[in-house]
């Protein structure tokens, strides 16, 4: 698994798309959370739960149908003040299944573990990325801090961090054009 900070930060940058009247303060906290939410399967281990496991460690949890469900949800109970079923509420489900779906996007890159279940419950069948550049982090905060941390965080900041980086500096001038182009 890529690092919660990873998680966190290359959602956060969703924020970028949302529209301007939204909270970017609790979209970015939302959006965080839900990018950091697929993880809390590990619980599932204190309760006998195998990682190979549909309920597993990058299970369920981290499915497409998980995502969907979220995105759903998470709207109606983040952003009350957001007239349900319009575009900006519309908008804001998108951005809360991007965000969700996004950790097992990277989970999918990383070099470790069991691959990422994106179809369960349909199937079963666990999957990663054809090309696997980040460094998988380690489920134990002990055995990251005692370990490899510094080379995760660094690994992860050129793969994930410089791509985000980009993103959102490329949606801040398009932004800034659009805005321009509308005063004209």
């Known amino acids: 698994m890529a690092t919660v900070l990873t998680h966190f930060v290359a959602s956060g940058a969703l924020t970028c798309l949302a529209p301007e009247d939204i909270s970017r303060r609790r979209l970015i906290l939302v959006l965080g959370v839900m990018a950091i939410m697929p993880d809390l399967d590990v619980i599932g281990f204190w309760y006998g739960i195998s990682y190979a496991d549909s309920f597993g460690h990058r299970g369920f949890s981290h499915s497409i149908l998980f995502a969907l469900a979220m995105g759903i949800t998470v709207p109606f109970v983040a952003f009350r003040n957001i007239r349900r079923f319009t575009q900006t509420w519309w908008l804001l489900a998108a951005l809360v299944f991007l965000a969700t779906i996004s950790h097992g996007i990277l989970d999918a890159f990383t070099n470790g573990g069991l691959g990422v279940g994106f179809l ?14 980040i460094a998988v982090s380690p489920l134990s ?25 980009a993103f959102v500096a490329a949606s801040f001038f398009i932004r800034m054009w659009l805005r321009r182009r509308r005063s004209e």
């Open 120 to 133: 369960i419950p349909f199937d079963d069948t666990r999957y990663f990325a054809p090309w696997r550049p």
């Open 141 to 165: 905060v002990a055995a990251f801090f005692n370990g490899s941390g510094l080379h995760i965080l660094v690994n992860e900041a050129f793969w994930v961090g410089l791509p985000v980086g």
